[in-house]
C-alpha cells in the first residue's frame, strides 16, 4: 500500500495498492505534486528521474540517500554542529546515470541524531531553509510509520477476511475510510484528544444517540487519556505477588496482583481479607479491587456486597508500604460529614488524596540528610557491608556506595525501596551546573526467559557475544545500546517491547516482555512484563536522584550536588512508552573472562539506562528541590 499522508491534517492524501513484486518508485508516477509543497520519501523511493520531475513542478523533496552516493561538492554552509548538523553543501550527482537523471544541483546534509546515536544523510532539493528543518522535516515522516502502526492495532488488518484481490482492497479500504473519518472529527471538533481516544470512546458508544460533538465532551469521558495512562496503577497499592493468566473461557487475558488487605473495624480492631486481590485487564483501561470479601470473617458485607450510593472508602498504605487498610461507612456517618468538609491535598486516577503527618514526613527527612550530606562537601568514598561496619571503596562505581553508607543502607539485593519509601539514585557529573545529560542505571534485572535463561550465561556470550575490543585475551564482552527497535550493529540483536501498544501506550497482552531478538526471529534474552511491573512499581514509587562529583586525589572522594530530583508517582507504562521512544534502553555490561578454560569467570549485568534529563517523564510529579533554600 503505498501511501501519501498530509502531516498537518492528518490525513491521507493519496492511497496506491499493489501486488508485493511492484517497486515502491513506481507509485511516485501517480502523483499530482502541488507547487511550493514539501514531499518526505522514504530511502526505496529514492529515483533520481522521478525527482526532477518533482522539481521541475515547483515542489521540493527530502530523502535519504543511499551509501553508494556519488557527489561532489561545490560549495559548503556553515554547519549547525551544536544541533547536530554535521555538514551542509551544495553539489552535483556524478554518477554516470545520475547527473543525467537529475543534472541541477542538489543539497546533501549530514546529521547526527544524539537520541538514536545514528548518523544520516539527506538530499534536498531546496537551498534556502535551514539544516536542522530539513531532518527535522525527515523525522515527521514517522507519522506514515506510526499510521500503519494505528491501522493495523486499532482496525483490524493483522489478518484478511478473504484472500481474492476484492476482499482484500475491501478490508483495506474500510480501515482507510474509518481512519479519515476519526481524523476528521478530531480535526472539526478541536478535542485535543488523539485518534486512537477518539476510536476509543466511538467503539463503546455505537448505538448511543448523543451528537458526536456532545459525547465527546461529556464529563464521563474527559479522562480517557489519564485512564489509559492510568492502566497498570498498582504502585499506589503494594502488592504481593503478580501473575500472568491466560484468556482461558472468559476470553479475556489477565494480571492478577495479592494484596496484604485489612478491614478496619468500627472499634479499630483489623479483620484480614486472605482473597484480595487487583486485577487488570490489558485490552481495557481498568483495574479492578476484587475477593476483598472472601474469607474475611466479619468485614462490611452490609456495605460492600452491593450498590450503595454516598457510602465513602477510606484506604491506606502502612509504613514501609507491606499492607493496605481500609474503612468503610454509610453516607450518614459522622466521618461521612466530616470528609465533606475536608479539602482533599491532591487527586490520584479515582482517588482523593488526604495526607496524613506521618506519609509527609519522609520527604521532609530525606531533604534533610541531603542537606547535611551536601554541607559535609567531600566525603571519603566508603560503603557499608551487610552488617554495618563501614569498609573502603576503591571502585570506580563508589559515589553510590558512599551516598548508602551516609544514609546507613546497606546493599541488598531486595527490591524495597533504600530510604524511608525513596529509593536513592546517585548519578555522576562534571560539573554540579549541568545535569541533564548524565546516565542513570534504572535498573538491572537479569533475563526472565530466552536463551540466556535457557542456556546460561556462557553459552549466551558465546552465541551473541564479541572478543574484547582492547585485545585482552581470552575475554568475551556482550554490551552497548539497545534501543527499541534498531539493529545493534555489534550483537546483531534488536529490541522489541512485544505486547505493547506504542500507539496507546497501553499492553496488549499479559504474556508481553521485553526482548533481544535475532536476525533468525529467537529470542535471545526477554524479561517478561509481570516481573518488571511489579519491581518497578513497588521500588520505584517515588526516588531521589542524586548528582555527584569525585576526586581521587588525595584519596577517592565524593561530594554531592546541593539541588536533587525527587521522582513521584511512577508507572510502569512510563518506563515502557520511555523505551518504546528510546529513551530508555539496554546498556548491559556482560563478560566473560578465562573463556577457554574449563572454570570460566562471567560477570552479570543487564542493565537498563536513561539520561537524566528525560527523568520528568518518569514520574506524575517530578521537582528539582534546591537544599540551599
Keep these: 500500500m503505498h501511501t501519501l499522508y498530509d502531516a498537518n491534517s492528518r490525513i491521507l492524501a493519496f492511497v496506491h495498492i499493489t501486488e508485493a513484486v511492484v517497486h515502491d518508485v513506481n507509485a511516485m508516477d501517480l502523483l499530482s505534486y502541488e507547487p511550493d509543497a514539501f514531499y518526505v520519501f522514504d530511502r526505496g523511493y529514492l529515483d533520481y528521474a522521478r525527482l526532477h520531475r518533482l522539481q521541475n513542478a515547483g515542489a521540493y523533496f527530502v530523502i535519504r540517500a543511499k551509501s553508494n552516493l556519488k557527489f561532489q561538492r561545490m560549495y559548503s554552509r556553515k554547519a549547525d554542529r551544536d544541533n547536530g548538523v554535521i555538514c551542509d553543501q551544495i553539489g552535483k550527482l556524478t554518477g554516470y546515470q545520475t547527473s543525467r537523471d537529475y543534472p541541477q544541483k542538489i543539497r546533501r546534509v549530514k546529521f547526527h541524531d544524539r537520541e538514536s546515536g545514528r548518523t544520516f544523510t539527506f538530499l ?168 476483598f470479601l472472601k474469607g474475611a470473617k466479619g468485614a462490611p458485607s452490609d456495605l460492600m456486597a452491593g450498590r450503595m450510593d454516598g457510602r465513602l472508602l477510606f484506604i491506606g498504605v502502612g509504613s514501609g508500604r507491606r499492607a493496605v487498610y481500609a474503612h468503610v461507612v454509610d453516607e450518614r456517618s459522622a466521618i461521612s460529614n466530616e470528609f465533606r468538609q475536608t479539602v482533599a491535598d491532591s487527586t490520584f486516577g479515582v482517588f482523593a488524596v488526604l495526607g496524613l503527618a506521618a506519609s509527609k514526613d519522609s520527604r521532609s527527612v530525606l531533604l534533610d540528610e541531603m542537606r547535611r550530606i551536601h554541607y559535609q562537601g567531600w566525603i571519603d568514598s566508603k560503603r557499608l557491608s551487610g552488617g554495618g561496619e563501614i569498609l573502603p571503596c576503591n571502585a570506580p562505581n563508589c559515589g553510590g556506595y558512599t551516598l548508602e553508607a551516609e544514609l546507613g543502607i546497606s546493599p541488598n539485593g531486595y527490591a524495597e525501596p533504600d ?157 515502557l512508552g520511555l523505551m518504546a521512544r528510546g529513551h530508555i534502553y539496554y546498556d548491559p555490561g556482560i563478560k566473560m573472562e578465562k573463556a577457554s578454560s574449563a572454570k570460566p569467570e562471567i560477570k552479570k549485568r543487564s542493565q537498563f539506562r536513561i539520561k537524566s534529563g528525560n527523568l520528568p517523564e518518569l514520574y506524575r510529579q517530578n521537582s528539582v528541590v534546591d537544599l540551599m533554600v
Design 124 to 291: 534536498s532539493n531546496n537551498m534556502e531553509i535551514q539544516a536542522t528543518e530539513i531532518a527535522m522535516l525527515y523525522k515527521h515522516r514517522w507519522a506514515i510509520e506510526l499510521f500503519f502502526k494505528w491501522i493495523k492495532q486499532h482496525l483490524k488488518i493483522k489478518s484478511f477476511w478473504g484472500t481474492t484481490q476484492n476482499a482484500v482492497r475491501i478490508q483495506i479500504f474500510s480501515a482507510i475510510i474509518a481512519y479519515c473519518l476519526v481524523a476528521i472529527v478530531a480535526e472539526e471538533l478541536k478535542t485535543g484528544r488523539q485518534t486512537s481516544e477518539i476510536l476509543q470512546v466511538l467503539g463503546i458508544s455505537l448505538l448511543d444517540k448523543t451528537p458526536i460533538n456532545e459525547f465527546l465532551t461529556k464529563s464521563d469521558y474527559k479522562n480517557v487519556k489519564e485512564r489509559i495512562v492510568n492502566q497498570l496503577s498498582l504502585n499506589i497499592l503494594p502488592v504481593e505477588q503478580i501473575a500472568q493468566e491466560d484468556a482461558g473461557d472468559w476470553n479475556r487475558e489477565r494480571f492478577k496482583a495479592s494484596l496484604n488487605f485489612y478491614w478496619i473495624k468500627g472499634d479499630g480492631s483489623l479483620i484480614h481479607a486472605p482473597n484480595a486481590q487487583l486485577i487488570l485487564y490489558p485490552k481495557y483501561p481498568e483495574v479492578r479491587l476484587s475477593g
Design 419 to 575: 530510604f524511608m519509601g525513596w529509593e536513592i539514585k546517585q548519578f555522576a557529573v562534571r560539573n554540579f551546573s549541568r545535569t541533564s545529560s548524565s546516565v542513570i542505571t534504572l535498573m538491572t534485572p537479569e533475563p526472565s526467559a530466552g536463551y540466556y535463561r535457557d542456556e546460561g550465561a556462557a553459552a549466551f556470550l558465546r552465541k551473541y557475544g564479541y572478543a574484547d575490543r582492547l585485545g585482552r585475551e581470552d575475554r568475551i564482552n556482550f554490551g552497548g545500546i539497545h534501543r527499541a527497535g534498531i539493529l545493534h550493529s555489534t550483537t546483531s540483536l534488536t529490541l522489541h517491547l512485544i505486547g505493547y501498544d506504542t500507539v496507546t501506550g497501553k499492553i496488549r497482552n499479559s504474556s508481553g516482555r521485553i526482548a533481544l531478538v535475532d536476525p533468525q526471529g529467537c529470542e535471545a534474552a526477554s524479561w517478561d512484563f509481570v516481573s518488571l511491573l511489579k519491581h518497578w512499581n513497588k521500588k520505584h514509587h517515588q526516588a531521589c536522584y542524586v548528582p555527584s562529583m569525585n576526586r581521587r586525589e588525595p584519596m577517592r572522594q565524593y561530594c554531592y550536588g546541593s539541588k536533587v530530583i525527587l521522582g513521584e508517582h511512577t508507572d510502569f507504562l512510563f518506563f
